[in-house]
């Protein structure tokens, strides 16, 4: 019995709406799981990184007494640059503390406070004029403390399982209810450098250091990027030699980014003598990583110009270039823009390859210039993640914040630039 074609299709189509929804309810599996998964990954970083936004601090009354500083001469800078600094604060606990006499109980008195609080005298003391004048501070605390006051260490547990023993507790505690030590917003963390010790650990250092080396990074794949694909799509003949150029410029985009920082290596720091851990050598590194993204992007806004904007122009009587650069050009614009910016977003968080040329090191000093010893964000957030103390836990969950933010206004402007500029044929 022949079967009709509406009853060929009457028969599967039960079958074929089962494999629909399947597909559909799998669809949605995906997306919800890859959701979930982005809420969990948010969550964990936003949680872990949140408490690098506040330090805990103690309010203390300096004497700047200059027989304390050991300055004889105040109109001598060496006795300055190697003055007693942290006695001055030892000084000031010690008189908070009268009771406290033992060497044992000092010791764990002068370790409440971070430190590296002695800079801040030091910094403080820029003003010659305060030498024997009486200021009051807020330090910040020793890391230890900082985790007990956000709770990060149970107070609870027997003394020998924790790190803040229990005369230790006792000083907290009196400092807390007299109002001397309190949870303020962690300024050191976006005004410092790198530090060994947590609560002195800063991101701006590397924040610098990132923005050298974007600038670098633009001002030489973006031009470069622009003119290469301006001439593979519209100068270029059609032969082998072209071919070849645009098959290795797409298997270039796929390479591992390590294998630009070999190149780095081998090339610019060995043969070139380019010192190490500069933002020119990282950016030089970048450019070339960042290249082929640019060129594909540049030359796909090219390419979605509409053929009439040429045709019509050369019909007006423009010559070749005057077509590309016053017609075509303009309008490809936006979509050159939004590639060189997402491929800008991916330097930004790369840090295989910076690692390879040195950027790696331990930079405490505050870059002033493209060469100066610098490191990036990502490197920093790599050397915090090795560090044992559970500070830097939350100070590298805190960069890669910051890190995301960036990228997420990076990306965003991308999305911005191409819905406000972007032309519809």
Same mark, same amino acid.
């Given at each position: 019995?022949?079967?009709?074609?509406?009853?060929?299709?009457?028969?599967?189509?039960?079958?074929?709406?089962?494999?629909? +929804?399947?597909?559909?309810?799998?669809?949605?599996?995906?997306?919800?799981?890859?959701?979930?998964?982005?809420?969990?990954?948010?969550?964990?970083?936003?949680?872990?990184?949140?408490?690098?936004?506040?330090?805990?601090?103690?309010?203390?009354?300096?004497?700047?007494?200059?027989?304390?500083?050991?300055?004889?001469?105040?109109?001598?800078? !060496?006795?300055?640059?190697?003055?007693?600094?942290?006695?001055?604060?030892?000084?000031?606990?010690?008189?908070?503390?009268?009771?406290?006499?033992? +060497?044992?109980?000092?010791?764990?008195?002068?370790?409440?406070?971070?430190?590296?609080?002695?800079?801040?005298?030091?910094?403080?003391?820029?003003? +010659?004029?305060?030498?024997?004048?009486?200021?009051?501070?807020?330090?910040?605390?020793?890391?230890?403390?900082?985790?007990?006051?956000?709770?990060?260490?149970?107070?609870?547990?027997?003394?020998?399982?924790?790190?803040?023993?229990?005369?230790?507790?006792?000083?907290?505690?009196?400092?807390?209810?007299?109002?001397?030590? !309190?949870?303020?917003?962690?300024?050191?963390?976006?005004?410092?450098?790198?530090?060994?010790?947590?609560?002195?650990?800063?991101?701006?250092?590397?924040?610098?250091?990132?923005?050298?080396?974007?600038?670098?990074?633009?001002?030489?794949?973006?031009?470069?990027?622009?003119?290469?694909?301006?001439?593979?799509?519209?100068?270029?003949?059609?032969?082998?030699?072209?071919?070849?150029?645009?098959?290795?410029?797409?298997?270039?985009?796929?390479?591992?980014?390590?294998?630009?920082?070999?190149?780095?290596?081998?090339?610019?720091?060995?043969?070139?003598?380019?010192?190490?851990?500069?933002?020119?050598?990282?950016?030089?590194?970048?450019?070339?990583?960042?290249?082929?993204?640019?060129?594909?992007?540049?030359?796909?806004?090219?390419?979605?110009?509409?053929?009439?904007?040429?045709?019509?122009?050369?019909?007006?009587?423009?010559?070749?270039?005057?077509?590309?650069?016053?017609?075509?050009?303009?309008?490809?614009?936006?979509?050159?823009?939004?590639?060189?910016?997402?491929?800008?977003?991916?330097?930004?968080?790369?840090?295989?390859?910076?690692?390879?040329?040195?950027?790696?090191?331990?930079?405490?000093?505050?870059?002033?210039?493209?060469?100066?010893?610098?490191?990036?964000?990502?490197?920093?957030?790599?050397?915090?993640?090795?560090?044992?103390?559970?500070?830097?836990? !939350? +100070?590298?969950?805190?960069?890669?914040?910051?890190?995301?933010?960036?990228?997420?206004?990076?990306?965003?402007?991308?999305?911005?630039?191409?819905?406000?500029?972007?032309?519809?044929?």
């Amino acid at each position: 019995m022949n079967l009709t074609t509406i009853e060929i299709v009457n028969k599967t189509l039960k079958k074929r709406r089962q494999k629909e +929804r399947v597909f559909r309810a799998a669809g949605l599996v995906s997306v919800l799981t890859g959701l979930a998964a982005l809420v969990f990954l948010l969550h964990t970083i936003v949680g872990n990184g949140w408490g690098a936004f506040t330090q805990s601090y103690i309010q203390l009354p300096l004497k700047l007494d200059a027989q304390v500083l050991r300055i004889d001469n105040p109109l001598d800078e !060496e006795e300055w640059d190697y003055a007693n600094y942290a006695g001055v604060i030892k000084a000031s606990l010690r008189e908070r503390f009268p009771e406290v006499t033992s +060497r044992k109980q000092k010791r764990i008195l002068y370790r409440l406070v971070s430190p590296g609080a002695s800079f801040q005298v030091k910094q403080l003391l820029d003003d +010659r004029s305060l030498l024997g004048s009486e200021v009051t501070l807020w330090l910040p605390a020793d890391d230890d403390v900082d985790s007990l006051i956000k709770g990060y260490i149970n107070r609870e547990l027997p003394e020998k399982e924790r790190r803040v023993k229990d005369f230790a507790l006792t000083l907290i505690d009196d400092l807390v209810s007299s109002g001397q030590l !309190e949870r303020k917003f962690n300024v050191i963390f976006f005004s410092a450098g790198d530090s060994s010790e947590p609560e002195q650990a800063g991101i701006y250092g590397s924040m610098l250091g990132s923005f050298f080396t974007l600038v670098v990074t633009l001002i030489l794949s973006f031009p470069i990027g622009v003119a290469a694909a301006i001439y593979l799509e519209e100068f270029a003949p059609k032969n082998r030699f072209i071919d070849l150029i645009e098959i290795n410029i797409n298997n270039l985009a796929a390479v591992p980014s390590i294998v630009f920082g070999l190149l780095g290596l081998a090339i610019f720091l060995n043969v070139f003598g380019i010192p190490r851990s500069i933002p020119i050598v990282a950016g030089i590194v970048l450019a070339i990583m960042t290249l082929p993204t640019v060129i594909i992007s540049s030359r796909a806004a090219l390419g979605a110009v509409p053929p009439s904007i040429r045709e019509a122009a050369l019909g007006l009587g423009a010559s070749k270039m005057q077509t590309i650069f016053d017609h075509v050009f303009p309008l490809a614009m936006p979509g050159m823009l939004t590639g060189s910016i997402i491929g800008m977003a991916r330097a930004l968080g790369e840090t295989a390859p910076l690692l390879m040329i040195g950027m790696v090191a331990f930079v405490v000093d505050i870059p002033g210039s493209f060469t100066d010893p610098a490191t990036v964000l990502p490197v920093q957030i790599f050397l915090w993640s090795d560090s044992p103390e559970r500070a830097f836990v !939350e +100070r590298t969950s805190g960069a890669i914040i910051i890190l995301l933010l960036f990228l997420v206004i990076m990306n965003g402007l991308a999305v911005w630039l191409r819905n406000k500029f972007e032309q519809r044929w």
